[in-house]
């Protein structure tokens, strides 16, 4: 991600959201079908990813670039953080947005502390 000009602070955002989507394994698939990839993309943006990227299980950089031309993520990409932390919370929150997002953007934020550049 930093080759593509994303920060170190929003890259260690996204990151922390991978790692609990997907575990780093770019050929998951989760919610019973209905979700794949690093960043479990569900329903319209698996499609969407699918149709981006046919090799997609096998390919996790063409999945980091799905998820970098996506409309949301320019919104996240210009938003200056306080820290990774913060980068983190709200991905999950806004961007990942799963099932009980505030609690889940607690736990996530503590993995970015893993990333070192």
């Not at 699918?50 to 980091?64: L, M, T």
Request: aromatic share 16%; no cysteine.
């Amino acid at each position: 991600m930093l080759s593509k000009g994303v920060s170190a602070t929003h890259a260690k955002g996204m990151l922390a959201n991978i790692e609990e989507e997907s575990g780093f394994y770019s050929d998951v698939i989760g919610d019973y079908g209905t979700s794949g990839g690093l960043f479990q993309h569900h329903d319209d943006r698996f499609s969407g990813l699918s149709n981006y990227s046919p090799g997609w299980k096998k390919d996790w950089k063409s999945q980091i670039d799905y998820a970098l031309q996506e409309p949301l993520t320019s919104t996240y990409l210009n938003t200056n953080f306080s820290d990774p932390q913060d980068a983190s919370e709200w991905f999950t929150i806004n961007w990942e947005n799963p099932s009980y997002s505030r609690q889940k953007a607690q736990e996530r934020k503590l993995n970015v502390f893993k990333y070192n550049y």
